[in-house]
């Protein structure tokens, strides 16, 4: 994210605007925790994981009280547009905002890629290459032993990490929340995986699939498949990372972007990645469609996997 | 690319085809260097760099006679249609047996994404990192003395690489094929990257940008900018290395479309990503336009260097 | 390994040697699954994990007469001298048929450091390697939610990857096989990061340690320390990845030496670090040793982690 | 280095000493750029690549008024010791400081590992991975094109890096400070390569090798040995990157050892790896002794490379 913020703060001094950071999200949008923002404070910071602005939850901006005090510290600061980057939380609040008369403007962020409005959002990509360098190394220890691993990816609502991660690892199958798979369907395609001579079957879980890790692992141990099992939990490493030349450019443009719409007038809108340009969608209707993962997708996984 | 060889061999078998490779590209070709690809030949394939089939130039196939003698092959070995992986030397090729008859779907491969008819090309992605990641590692070697950094990076008709390489690792200025830049206009964007503080400026250069970066650290140091001038050359390391998740995903998906390009009887196109899908462009239409980088890009260098 | 296999081709080769690789490990000498090594058959290898000769468990050469019939088709294939590379089972089989009159070296190789009698094994450095990456990002999503890490690394009789880690990741406790630590300990500890301000705690935790890091991470929560626990199970992504440098200059000079030392006629030894050079440990001494980790280190990780 | 400034700061600070950081080494010890370090400012830091108290050179310090401005400005401040972390010229610094009456200790780092006294200093490794990522990425693109791959490594006075790297990434042909090479001898070594079939040939050229990386090219070129060459100058990104673990563990021990040190009453030092300990070496024998490859090393290239 911090190639966004560098990108917004230097579009936004071109343009002759002062910029106020905001740190630790909403919560210190209502504490007034702000600071000005010069070229310098966000030179070197392109290839830091995470965000210089830091974060956090607020319970408190969730009230309508909280977001009244939010809005009493932006006046007395002299703040007259706000630009949020984050997930489908922050573009609720963004949009909480914009309709109490807030000129604001939205950047999806999103490591499971769960936000409707953007074919892709900031830090799916890195997250996605953390995953991937993940099982290529799993497959680096084939042996003659039949092994099948299974991978736990990020992703509580969305199948969007798994599926894609089973296109470009060559998992087996992947379990997702959108879609429920079988005992039956699971075993099927790990012994299929052996019967073709595979030397092991890589099994990619989404945290939201329903199966815990654990638990998958200890039935297709009972199962007695031919494979002896081997569970890795990516955890929190799949959010950090120096963010890759994708993200870093997406970020780029979509802050870019947002201070081009202020300036023209724009907002109440998130950026979002249409084709090659960048657009912009009323927050409105950002919070109020699901993105649901391309099943075209998930049927590819078994095709390559062949 | 070998993300998209076994893209095709995979979905190709599930189509009840059967597949051969053809080795050493249309080098190869002529010579009827063929091999018999299964579902197990494309295991194992996805995280290394270069290419299964290796590639090859070949003079004789630039010839008509080389040509026809390809086609021979082609017909003795009971191949039905092509699918070629490449760049425009490539794209040339395809379109030359596709006017003879031959069945041939494209899909593009190029380090500098210099292909008219896709937004981007296999491989582009993962040098594009390869390029941040070694400009990382020099601004981390901040230091009190103020250094100019000249990279040169690939791209020999193409700015793509350089611009891009630009916006997001904080490039003072690009320099590519695409536009003529003087020397006083270097020389002020190093001077003002002194005068604003910077204790480094990054100059990228395009291998084919008109100034060859060992005569550019010349005279920057000649004209004794503040600067001491360090330079690298990455060189071919731009070509290898393993995929990035993004290029493994474009080329799977390529790969997948090729073949159901041929069963669906379409032909004579190359596979081009337009927004979120996979298009068919004319092959004819590929070879006869210019792909140009996007000057908008080239001026949110300077934005972005502030 | 794929570098100490190298090394022990090329000089025999040098040597006037023929080599004859055995697929497999211990299982393939029992069948015979040999094939001649040239230069060029370990040409490309040294950048992969894993090893080009692959590996097996054996059960039958665990047996007297599984050894017999091992020696017996090494005599067939008229091989003089075996040079083993592998962890401490390897080290116990090579001693088994060093004591039935085999020339045997061994070269050792383990991700947990535990082989009694080198300094540090092959493999355990591309092993740190991938822990620290994994922390490292762990410490980019830096918030201002307090959370606690726990990371479970390989070592099931060895805490040696856990300590090292632990000092080079800033660890705030580990927990290793070496020594037991009880629930206060730990509690402890994390209590202590989060008054002294810190934002987040890091625990690893080797998975021979005692406490299972699912129970782990519930205990802490229980706790209520300050921090929401995170948990990252690493599992075998430890036992791939391109080796380092490192390894595969230990790798390249135990290749070098395992073969010198054949051709002076010394056998029935490993090779080990020892200081800059590489030493010849008699087998039997490291089979009969256990290796223990330095409880300096275990100290230097809380004297850092301040 | 920072992991070594972190060990020292933290260990210090466990002795119940007070830290202050000098800014931009011996200009800014002249100048009294000093800055109180707590526990919190070394959190962090581990996995960034340079130092975070910056560095520089100093002309003022070489002469001896300036080395009594600097001797005058610590005891101002308060410090009764001094901690140098850098190459040759810091440890002749160091030196005369510790002539002056200075307690001070040496911590060793360098790129180029030419530092005598220790086996290695701190930035070696990471250096040497660098480079091997680099020539790993050459190879990938393999191809039937026959190629000779020419890189240019650090190394003004010693060819370790270039030695090691030939080593663990299959070089024909090092180029190195302490071994003229003649024309003749490196053309026969590319056309040996050519005549065994390899499809490349890499050519490793130490900055201070004698010949330059570009007149190499030439030469190559207008021999026509049968490959085409390619040239990359990797330049400072071998300077930067995050560390290795080994680096990190290499900086943490050396830090640690450095404080220690000054509690037992030991000075006038440099901080040695020797076998697996850190030893105390007299600053006045690390300057009056050179460091040199060792040859063995530059043999084992050759066997290696066959």
Request: overall charge neutral; glycine content about 12%.
């Amino acid at each position: 994210m911090n190639a966004a913020i560098r990108a917004v703060v230097r579009t936004a001094l071109v343009n002759n605007m002062n910029v106020i950071g905001v740190m630790h999200g909403y919560e210190g949008l209502v504490n007034g925790e702000f600071r000005p923002m010069g070229a310098r404070d966000v030179g070197g910071i392109l290839q830091r994981g995470g965000t210089v602005l830091l974060t956090s939850r607020s319970k408190r901006f969730m009230e309508p009280s909280g977001q009244r005090e939010a809005i009493r510290k932006m006046n007395e600061a002299g703040m007259d547009a706000l630009i949020v980057i984050g997930g489908e939380g922050s573009m609720n609040g963004a949009n909480a905002l914009a309709q109490q008369g807030v000129k604001v403007i939205g950047i999806p962020g999103s490591i499971d890629n769960d936000i409707w409005g953007t074919n892709i959002a900031i830090g799916t990509d890195t997250a996605m290459n953390t995953i991937m360098d993940a099982v290529d190394k799993l497959r680096d220890t084939a042996s003659s032993h039949q092994r099948a691993f299974l991978i736990e990816t990020m992703g509580r609502n969305s199948g969007y990490l798994a599926v894609m991660a089973g296109i470009i690892c060559g998992a087996e199958i992947v379990l997702i929340p959108e879609t429920p798979v079988d005992q039956q369907e699971i075993a099927a395609s790990v012994e299929d995986a052996y019967r073709r001579g595979k030397t092991h079957a890589i099994i990619i879980n989404a945290e939201g699939s329903g199966i815990r890790t654990t638990d998958l692992a200890t039935m297709i141990d009972e199962m007695d498949l031919g494979f002896k099992t081997r569970m890795t939990i990516l955890g929190h490493i799949q959010r950090g990372g120096s963010p890759t030349a994708y993200d870093r450019l997406l970020a780029s443009r979509m802050g870019v972007k947002a201070v081009e719409a202020l300036v023209e007038g724009t907002h109440g809108v998130m950026t979002g990645l249409k084709g090659k340009g960048i657009d912009f969608i009323p927050l409105a209707d950002v919070i109020s469609n699901k993105r649901k993962v391309n099943m075209e997708y998930y049927h590819m996984v078994k095709v390559l996997a062949r």
